[in-house]
């Protein structure tokens, strides 16, 4: 997706994880996904840059789909869609 795209989504569930350090935005991640139904959207707020990569990564490995980033001034939003 596009950034103007992104920037449109609704997200069914915005996890804020500004603030806190590898691996704290992947494990609220995990946690959160469940509270997502499966074709909603998840948002990661991060500040950890490290995030931007390992996000991705995980959602691939676990089956959901990673739709893209949009950085922001100190901070990164990452979008999940869960598949399953």
């Known amino acids: 997706m596009n950034e103007d795209e992104l920037r449109n989504l609704q997200a069914d569930k915005v996890v804020d994880a500004r603030g806190t350090s590898c691996p704290g935005p992947l494990l609220a991640a995990k946690r959160s996904i469940a509270e997502v139904k499966v074709g909603g959207i998840m948002e990661i707020l991060s500040s950890d840059a490290g995030t931007k ?24 939003r990452i979008f999940i869609k869960r598949m399953k």
């Not at 490995?61 to 990164?76: M, N």
């Open 53 to 76: 990569r390992d996000v991705p990564l995980w959602a691939k490995k676990v089956g959901h789909e990673y739709l893209g980033t949009i950085d922001e001034p100190g901070y990164f």
